[in-house]
């Protein structure tokens, strides 16, 4: 979005404040999202059976890519409502408790550093945000993991993967990515967890894990706020 209509959004904000992202209905919410559209959000939820796809690192992904679910990250990225990362990265930290619950004994607590995939910094200019970041942020409130918004920078802009051939997807990443400065004099304590708003072929974070592990950083798992494969 240009920096004009995003300022002019802004201002139109101080009059809509108490209004639904979604559906304009008003709310009181803070996150900016009436009960009926959060209630609409959540059935896109998958179970906890569903939510994990195979790949060589666990990818634990919150729901369906579609409907309510596609319109909220649309509107978050598009139409300037960063506000929508919170709800997003609640759910998604809640699902990765429950999933650390059935998981492994309650006793053993793991810390986890969690990454967001990075988007060149002409992007996030434009934008105003990187919406993984903020999801990355808000999963970290919730989660009490620590943060490294920058663990991974993007080097090289991308086009954007949707319409590519796999050898295209592949060319149009590869060296995209690189380490950031949050571990250029310190490697991470904790496993890194990365984050990003859509999973699509898993392309992007295969070369967010192979730039930290070129530096023996591990990677203990992928979280997505969607994706609509259904292969697990
Ligand atoms: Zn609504």
Redesign the pocket.
């Known amino acids: 979005m240009a920096i004009w209509k995003r300022v002019l959004h802004n201002f139109l904000d101080l009059f809509l404040a108490d209004r639904?992202?979604?559906?304009?209905?008003p709310?009181t919410n803070v996150d900016r999202?009436?009960?009926?559209?959060?209630q609409?959000l959540q059935t896109h939820q998958f179970s906890p059976a569903n939510q994990f796809l195979t790949d060589e690192i666990p990818v634990l992904v919150w729901g369906l890519y579609g409907g309510s679910l596609k319109q909220a990250i649309a509107a978050m990225k598009y139409e300037n409502y960063p506000q929508l990362a919170a709800p997003l990265g609640r759910w998604l930290a809640q699902a990765w408790l429950n999933s650390l619950k059935n998981r492994r004994p309650k006793s053993s607590r793991s810390k986890y550093a969690v990454v967001p995939i990075p988007m060149h910094p002409e992007k996030v200019k434009q934008r105003g945000f990187n919406q993984a970041e903020l999801i990355a942020k808000s999963f970290c409130e919730t989660t009490g993991y620590p943060l490294r918004s920058h663990g991974l920078a993007r080097i090289r802009p991308t086009q954007a993967q949707f319409g590519l051939s796999r050898e295209q997807r592949q060319q149009n990443l590869a060296r995209a990515l690189a380490l950031g400065k949050d571990f250029h004099r310190r490697p991470p304590q904790y496993p890194v967890l990365l984050v990003d708003d859509i999973y699509t072929t898993g392309a992007t974070c295969r070369e967010a894990v192979k730039a930290l592990q070129k530096h023996q950083i591990p990677v203990a798992g992928i979280l997505a706020i969607a994706t609509s494969r259904t292969d697990s």
């Open positions: 639904c992202c979604l559906c304009d209905r709310t999202l009436c009960t009926s559209c959060e609409r």
